[in-house]
């Protein structure tokens, strides 16, 4: 299944680094997610964008920056990053109207080791 | 805020056997989803569910979404190896949960040697 892609799969990096995650999806969709998933707790919803508009923030820290450039690539922008961000980030996409959200599809993620 | 409680957590279990997990919400949900995901890999959806009541078949996995609109099951019948994993249910409120899930903690599927 190649409908979302996401780079690098892994990446380890220093606090005081900036580095970026990027999303594909290649689905027609119109609404990109990102998540943060860590070891024993529920995935965590941080940005929604719907027609490239960010409709979503919940409460993330400002050292992650999204960026959505089309409707078809979502970018995440890390700097200065913690080691309790070591987490896999996952990129998602639907099809999304009248605040509704349909079946949502996921990339593989990127493993993220902050040292 | 809307809250997602999903169980077992954990299931060991013989090759063979019949598995059941539920998710249950704290309020009625329009749309409920279940995934699974295999470790280094992002969530796959198995089955998405519309309306109350709805049975939905997905070769040996079957989920229903309950009458209350409260709740889900997700069912596998004759387990194999290869439906080791983690599986996840979502649900999504009204109109003003703004494109947002929710999220169950998952079941972790174990089988037994």
């Known amino acids: 299944e190649t409908g979302v892609t996401q780079t690098p799969r892994h990446l380890v990096m220093g606090m005081t680094n900036k580095k970026s995650l990027k999303c594909e999806q290649h689905?027609?969709?119109?609404?990109m997610y990102w998540y943060k998933q860590s070891a024993k707790k529920p995935l965590e919803l941080m940005f929604v964008?719907?027609?490239?508009?960010?409709?979503e923030n919940n409460s993330v820290p400002s050292r992650f920056s999204p960026e959505c450039p089309n409707s078809s690539h979502l970018f995440l922008h890390l700097h200065t990053l913690q080691p309790e961000d070591s987490a896999l980030y996952l990129c998602?996409?639907?099809?999304?109207?009248?605040?509704?959200?349909?079946?949502?599809?996921f990339g593989p993620g990127t493993r993220l080791t902050v040292t | 805020g809307q809250q997602l409680n999903q169980s077992p957590q954990s299931m060991f279990i013989q090759e063979g056997e019949d598995v059941s997990m539920n998710c249950t919400s704290s309020?009625?949900?329009?749309?409920w989803l279940w995934y699974k995901q295999e470790p280094g890999e992002g969530p796959v959806l198995l089955i998405a569910?519309?309306?109350a009541g709805e049975l939905t078949s997905n070769g040996r996995l079957t989920a229903q979404f309950g009458i209350t609109r409260k709740d889900s099951f997700l069912n596998i019948s004759a387990s194999i190896p290869s439906d080791v994993g983690i599986y996840f249910c979502?649900?999504?409120?009204?109109?003003?949960?703004?494109?947002?899930?929710?999220w169950g903690a998952g079941t972790k599927l174990i089988i037994k040697p």
């Open positions: 309020s009625i949900f329009n749309t």
């Open positions: 689905l027609g969709h119109n609404a």
């Open positions: 998602a996409s639907s099809q999304a109207r009248a605040r509704m959200v349909y079946e949502q599809y």
């Open positions: 979502a649900g999504q409120g009204g109109m003003d949960s703004n494109y947002q899930l929710i």
């Open positions: 964008y719907n027609f490239k508009e960010q409709t």
């Open positions: 569910l519309y309306k």
